[in-house]
């Protein structure tokens, strides 16, 4: 079966639309604010309760010293951040952080490391991981960079439920942002990930100095893949001193805002996750980002390096707004 028509058969089958243009996502995107915050309620409510978030929580198993190059990542080699570099933790120091987090009202544990793909021992100590956080009963996620279909199979046998891999950007702009990888190299490990019966999580960033035809074009990849990805994070670039990036203008809150409304509206029944950069929002920040359809965020401290929005400010929000984790 080519390509294309595998798309249209599971878009027959889903029911959902896999067949997005740029132009409709770029309408989308220019539509009066209220317009796209009243288009994108209508899908959530459709497939979602308006007021539950489903709340995950990160740990880096492996911190720094990344070979790959790119130039947002507090992680990378490439740049001096500062960053303290970790080996990879033990087992039972992960198991334990998720025993916490699970207590802390987290359903999902994503476990991430400093990676261009996974090797040798460390993938083995990694599934052990993720072997001792299913045990406990909570969701797992992974996000280890690049994959083989035999490691996303090793995966999947291990009890993982999702896989995080980020397109990022759009197709035009990713060289502009990494050179140690190719957009297709991302797109083929997520084609392994859905092979292998894992669950998707792929989103990207705003903020990398993209113009909005390349967010729309982001958005037109994961809309159009031939499943949507379960989970799709957008993350607000957290700048960070020592990379590439470290002085990129700050994108206008109202884009990022239309980011989400417009990853909503093109994937009805996807998890859209209000991810990286919540710290420095303000609460109406926040609230409409809901409001566009946000309903999965990252609680805790800590993202995997970067400071996360307080748990404080967090409980304090969601009872303003009546909102429940899921
Ligand atoms: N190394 C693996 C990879 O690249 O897939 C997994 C970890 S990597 C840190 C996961 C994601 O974090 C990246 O794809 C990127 O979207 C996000 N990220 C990294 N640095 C960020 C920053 N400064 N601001 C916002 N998001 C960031
Ligand atoms: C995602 O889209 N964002 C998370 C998670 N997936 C792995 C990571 C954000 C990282 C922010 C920078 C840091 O903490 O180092
Ligand atoms: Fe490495 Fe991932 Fe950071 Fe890129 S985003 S430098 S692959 S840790």
């Not at 058969?9 to 220019?30: C, N, P």
């Amino acid at each position: 079966m080519t390509a294309q028509a595998a798309v249209e058969m599971t878009a027959k089958d889903d029911g959902l639309r896999h067949d997005w243009s740029t132009e409709e996502i770029e309408v989308l995107f220019a539509l009066p604010f209220n317009d796209l915050m009243f288009e994108a309620q209508k899908v959530h409510r459709a497939h979602f309760d308006a007021n539950r978030v489903q709340v995950s929580r990160l740990i880096s198993i492996k911190t720094g010293a990344c070979p790959e190059d790119c130039s947002y990542c507090p992680q990378s080699a490439h740049y001096a951040t500062g960053l303290e570099k970790e080996k990879l933790l033990a087992v039972e120091e992960v198991v334990e952080s998720a025993r916490q987090a699970k207590e802390e009202g987290a359903s999902r544990f994503c476990m991430g490391a400093a990676w261009r793909g996974p090797k040798g021992d460390d993938f083995e100590v990694a599934v052990a991981m993720i072997e001792g956080v299913k045990a406990l009963g909570m969701e797992t996620c992974a996000t280890f960079g690049l994959l083989d279909k035999w490691q996303a199979q090793r995966l999947k046998e291990a009890g993982l439920d999702y896989y995080n891999h980020n397109i990022d950007t759009s197709p035009e702009h990713y060289s502009e942002v990494i050179t140690t990888r190719t957009f297709q190299d991302r797109l083929d490990t997520l084609d392994v990930v859905r092979d292998a019966g894992l669950h998707v999580c792929s989103g990207g960033i705003v903020g990398l100095g993209e113009t909005r035809t390349d967010r729309a074009r982001m958005i037109q990849t994961l809309a159009n893949m031939p499943r949507h990805p379960d989970s799709v994070p957008i993350n607000l670039l957290i700048p960070i001193q020592g990379t590439p990036l470290a002085d990129a203008a700050r994108p206008d809150s109202f884009d990022f805002i239309r980011t989400i409304a417009v990853a909503r509206i093109t994937m009805p029944k996807s998890f859209v996750r209000l991810s990286a950069g919540r710290e420095g929002m303000s609460e109406e920040m926040q609230s409409l980002c809901f409001l566009a359809g946000a309903n999965s965020v990252f609680c805790g401290q800590k993202l995997l390096t970067a400071k996360n929005a307080a748990p404080g400010q967090d409980k304090s929000l969601f009872g303003k707004l009546g909102l429940k984790p899921m």
